[in-house]
């Protein structure tokens, strides 16, 4: 690069400074505290290990319930190599994933980048830091996993439908299974919706899918990956919408089945 | 430093101030509706230093900063420095920042402003060379480190053809005006200086335009992941926000071309895949 040296003798200095007039703090301040609500929220909510599932519905922390007790679990019991210092919560088994899809996520970068490692808080505002690094070296070169982290999440997503499909499976008197509906159903059916639009717009799917060529009708299966990467295209013009709305739904979700296993709230059946 | 962009309609003796030849200024026969004075404080100065210095304009309906410089030159700073052309955001000339915030001066409107004096400095990233005009022939050069697009070989008939569709994409990119705003409020230029190893959103978006066109063969990877440094990229959105044009930078220009890049030098399964089936895929590294 030819040598530039920057004389910022016209501009404010030091973390903070700016010519700026309106609020620029008011969206890194709201972002920071939706998103330390949810971290200390879910992280809470992780180490319980009790109150994730009442009758068909399970918590979408918990899911899948790879070890457990009740009828949604994989595998009953607990592992075996479970640390005995740790109190068992089959959360910790599968929250990783979603986690770092979240934390990879180019739009969660762009939020916590600003708003918690204020670098820079916002734009044309000083920054309380002189050295950076970028994303060129660990330990922020591992963003680049995200395509690994969207591919779990994808399955997930699989996972979560088939959790939804079971919310409407009710236990009878009779001890068989019956079709109906309750408030639950409807929350565990949203999650997943939710989930998938932020998921399926996802910029390492999108890139995946179709961006990476240059000449669609000169490839293989050209046509169809364009209308993939179009389609991803629509769902990621409001990948931070939907990245909040998912954040809130899972969340919600949680609380919901907390709330309903724990006796606070009664779900209603509507059939 | 101002064009002649004189309207043709004009009779030959009439002697405008030039701060009513915008756009904006009210049609002929109209009067504009006055809106009182406006309280400025403009940097002057150089590479060596300066100061704000305090002006007044008289604001009309309708008006722009770029016609309040204007003013201010004509009736109280004839010496006051500011680059502008066009005065229709096509120039990309008129950059400042006003209020703090990057942007075309030739599209704020001073009634958008809120109450109060309006602040208008030079550009940030880049050295002041006097007043309000900033020294940007460091991008030039930067440019001229990108290779230019070379074309696969023509058919059989002596033409090339691809599909619009295709297209499309590059050209969102084809809009930017080179106004600079998007180097100016990105921090890696403004905050850390990392201008000897950081391009910047505005040729990210320029090796998109060239990468992503469906009949280009060069292959730019190594110049965005070394020279152009795009890990440097923290994808923070502000070249977006600025960008007067409404180009989606980061997520069509950069996130991309960070995911090309990922693709070569950081997927271990890409890269399997490859060596195994593509060898030729494989980008040439630049020589150290």
Redo the contacts between chains.
């Keep these: ?11 404010q200095h030091g973390f903070g400074a ?5 609020l620029w703090w008011l969206g890194p301040l709201a972002t920071s505290i939706g998103l330390l609500s949810f971290v200390v929220y879910s992280t809470w909510a992780a180490f319980q290990g009790a109150y994730y599932e009442a009758g068909p519905y399970l918590s979408p922390f918990y899911s899948p319930l790879i070890f457990g007790t009740s009828e949604h679990a994989w595998i009953h019991g607990t592992p075996g190599w479970w640390p005995t210092w740790l109190p068992f919560s089959a959360a910790l088994l599968v929250l990783w994933a979603p986690g770092g899809f979240r934390l990879t996520c ?1 739009y969660y ?2 939020a916590y ?2 708003s918690i490692w204020m ?2 808080v916002a ?2 505002v ?2 309380p830091r ?1 050295s ?5 070296t660990l330990p ?2 591992l963003m ?2 995200h ?1 690994y982290f969207a591919y779990l999440a994808v399955i997930f997503i699989g996972v979560l439908t088939y959790d939804a499909i079971k919310s409407y499976l009710f236990t009878g008197a009779d001890g068989a299974k019956h079709f109906g509906m309750g408030v639950g159903s409807i929350v565990l059916t949203l999650n997943p919706l939710f989930l998938g639009l932020y998921t399926f717009g996802c ?2 799917l ?2 995946l899918v179709g ?2 060529k ?5 490839s293989s299966f050209g046509e169809a990956r ?1 209308k993939m990467w179009s389609a991803v295209s629509v769902l ?2 409001n ?1 931070q919408l939907w990245a909040w709305v998912s954040l809130f739904g899972v969340g919600f979700s949680d609380i919901y089945v907390r709330m309903v296993a724990m006796g606070h709230w009664h779900d209603v059946r509507f059939f | 430093m101002a064009a002649d962009n004189e309207p043709t309609s004009r009779p030959n003796n009439e002697v405008q101030p030039p701060f009513v030849h915008t756009a904006s200024a009210p049609k002929p026969g109209t009067v504009a509706e006055a809106l009182g004075r406006r309280d400025f404080k403009v ?1 002057r ?1 150089n ?4 100061g704000y210095k305090d002006y007044t304009a008289e604001i009309s309906a309708g008006m722009v900063v770029l016609d309040a410089v204007h003013q201010i030159q004509a009736t109280q700073a004839g010496d006051l420095a500011c680059r502008w052309n066009c005065k229709a955001g096509k120039c990309g000339s008129c950059s400042a ?1 006003i ?4 942007r075309l001066m030739c599209m704020t409107r001073m009634e958008t402003l ?1 109450e ?1 004096t309006v ?1 208008i ?2 550009m ?5 060379i006097k007043d309000l005009v900033t020294d940007v022939s ?1 991008n030039y ?2 440019k001229k ?1 990108i290779a230019p697009f070379k074309p696969k070989a023509p058919e059989a008939d002596g033409t090339w053809r ?2 619009q ?2 297209v499309e994409r590059v050209q969102e990119f084809r809009k930017c005006i080179e106004c600079f705003l998007c180097q100016d ?1 990105c ?13 910047g959103p505005r040729f990210f978006v320029h090796a998109a335009q060239l ?6 063969t060069v292959n730019r990877e190594p110049f965005l992941k070394h ?1 152009g ?1 795009i ?8 070249c977006t ?2 960008c007067p044009e409404h180009i989606k930078i ?2 069509n220009a950069i ?2 071309l ?3 890049v ?2 070569t030098y ?2 271990p399964l890409v890269r399997l895949w490859r060596w195994a089936f593509k060898k030729g895929e494989q980008p040439v590294e630049p020589k150290a």
């Design positions: 690069m030819p040598d530039m040296t920057t004389q910022a003798v016209a501009h700016t010519a700026r007039r309106d180019y970068r762009k980048y600003r670098d820079p734009c044309a000083g920054e002189k950076y690094w970028g994303e060129n922020l070169i680049n996993a395509r910029h390492s999108r890139h961006g990476k240059d000449c669609f009708s000169c364009f990621n013009r990948h | 940097w100065g590479a060596l230093g300066g920042e209020n703090g915030k990057p809120p109060g602040t400095q030079p940030k990233a880049f050295k002041p460091w050069e930067v480190k691809m599909q569709f295709e409020t921090h890696v230029l403004r905050d850390h200086g990392k201008h000897e190893v950081f391009a990468e992503m066109h469906p009949l280009d020279d440094g890990g440097f990229c923290n994808i923070t959105k502000c926000e600025v980061t997520d996130i991309p960070k995911e090309r990922a693709d950081y997927d």
